[in-house]
């Protein structure tokens, strides 16, 4: 694989101060940016770090032994996180994610979900608080996450090949532990339970049709994403790239599919269900079909900084304003300029030549 140089830490985790303007952009809460596009879902990095080197995420050649992590007095603490949290609230935000990284190595994590689901939308309704891991630590974690009130569970599996899964993952982690993680989950509660898989051209594709058939009755939902070109260190290139076409050709080849109704307006990955009606995938077109005009995710890194779409190459610094004793309306105000003046479609804009555009890691803003 193709390794590109990231760029030292300074570079890498920038940032810019944010205005504050004398007016609040958004007196009624709700806001949208230039494409009419509301705030609706804050994803949350609660750690830079991984137990795995999936290699098309944190490559071991760039994020080996000598790579700096944040130290520890450069995350947000729990508070710092709910107090953003809540802001974001007040913007409209009703879905809140937490990721990283692998978001089960932030100690007590359970703590940061009993926060957060004490929060309550401007319509006194109570936040949907999901998590994104890749399941290592869920047998030991996942009841105390469903006591302090975490809602939803996705799963990533690249493969229930052995030999490709521990080479995907590339720190040798069998698949029988993430299907213990699973069946964890599903006993202390939740269920349905996503389960991502990001294919790859020549190292997991041929797994597709029997990851489908492994889950589908299960309950749980199977969603195929497209490889991204995220971040700078992932040795991305077009060719690497299964359509989602291709993907659902491939499983429907095999277990027919009816295509099916979002959920919801933004919903990221497209329905298919079983034609016997025994449950359905997803596919992530996050490369052949970009679903940027209805993207309402926001970002917040491990270190504070927002960023409104996956793929800029610097994120607004909330903390210092935090750090620096500004109000809650100051930032408020802060975050509703940030939102009203976004722009962001890097994916329906995506060429060949926009890949090699600095950007952020995916580890530190997270998935
Ligand atoms: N460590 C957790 C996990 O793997 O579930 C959470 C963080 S991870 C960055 C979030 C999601 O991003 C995972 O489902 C992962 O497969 C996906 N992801 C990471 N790099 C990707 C890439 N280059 N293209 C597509 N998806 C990617
Ligand atoms: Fe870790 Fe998740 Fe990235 Fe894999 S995809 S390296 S599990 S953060
Ligand atoms: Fe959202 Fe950016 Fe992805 Fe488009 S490219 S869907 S704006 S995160």
């Given at each position: 694989m193709s390794i590109n140089i990231i760029p030292t830490i300074d570079l890498l985790y920038d940032g810019q101060v944010p205005l504050i303007p004398a007016y609040a952009p958004a007196p009624?809460?709700?806001?949208?940016?230039?494409?009419?596009?509301?705030?609706?879902?804050?994803?949350?990095?609660?750690?830079?770090?991984?137990?795995?080197?999936?290699?098309?995420?944190?490559?071991?050649?760039?994020?080996?032994?000598?790579?700096?992590?944040?130290?520890?007095?450069?995350l947000l603490s729990f508070d710092e996180i709910t107090r953003m949290a809540r802001l974001f609230v007040a913007h409209g935000v009703k879905k809140v994610r937490l990721t990283g990284g692998e978001p089960l190595l932030r100690k007590n994590l359970e703590v940061l979900v009993e926060m957060l689901a004490s929060l309550k939308t401007p319509d006194d309704k109570p936040l949907d608080i999901a998590l994104t891991t890749n399941a290592t630590l869920l047998p030991k974690k996942v009841k105390a996450l469903k006591a302090a009130g975490l809602n939803r569970i996705t799963?990533?599996?690249?493969?229930?090949?052995?030999?490709?899964?521990?080479?995907?993952?590339?720190?040798?982690?069998?698949?029988?532990?993430?299907?213990?993680?699973?069946?964890?989950?599903?006993?202390?509660?939740?269920?349905?339970?996503?389960?991502?898989?990001?294919?790859?051209?020549?190292?997991?594709?041929?797994?597709?049709?029997a990851m489908a058939r492994h889950f589908k009755g299960s309950g749980h939902i199977v969603r195929f994403i497209e490889f991204m070109d995220v971040g700078s260190s992932n040795g991305w290139r077009m060719k690497d790239v299964v359509s989602s076409a291709?993907?659902?050709?491939?499983?429907?080849?095999?277990?027919?599919?009816?295509?099916?109704?979002?959920?919801?307006?933004?919903?990221?990955?497209?329905?298919?269900?079983?034609?016997d009606g025994s449950g359905e995938i997803g596919v992530i077109s996050s490369v052949t079909q970009a679903f940027c005009s209805t993207c309402t995710r926001a970002r917040l890194s491990t270190d504070g900084k927002l960023y409104t779409c996956l793929f800029t190459p610097s994120g607004h610094d909330l903390r210092v304003l935090m750090r620096s004793g500004k109000s809650d309306?100051?930032?408020?105000?802060?975050?509703?300029?940030?939102?009203?003046?976004?722009?962001?479609?890097?994916?329906?804009?995506?060429?060949?030549?926009?890949t090699s555009n600095k950007k952020v890691e995916m580890s530190y803003i997270g998935g």
């Open positions: 009624n809460g709700q806001i949208s940016d230039t494409h009419g596009r509301l705030l609706g879902d804050l994803r949350i990095s609660v750690t830079d770090r991984c137990n795995f080197r999936c290699t098309y995420c944190m490559p071991k050649e760039v994020f080996g032994k000598g790579y700096q992590y944040l130290p520890q007095s450069e799963v990533s599996l690249d493969s229930l090949d052995e030999v490709t899964f521990r080479a995907m993952n590339d720190v040798n982690f069998p698949v029988a532990d993430v299907l213990k993680g699973i069946d964890a989950a599903q006993s202390a509660g939740f269920t349905p339970i996503k389960i991502n898989m990001v294919v790859k051209k020549g190292v997991n594709d041929q797994d597709v049709v291709e993907i659902v050709r491939m499983v429907n080849a095999d277990m027919p599919l009816v295509e099916a109704q979002s959920n919801y307006s933004g919903e990221v990955a497209q329905r298919w269900t079983y034609a309306t100051q930032i408020t105000r802060a975050i509703g300029l940030i939102w009203n003046q976004r722009e962001d479609r890097y994916s329906a804009l995506r060429t060949e030549k926009t």
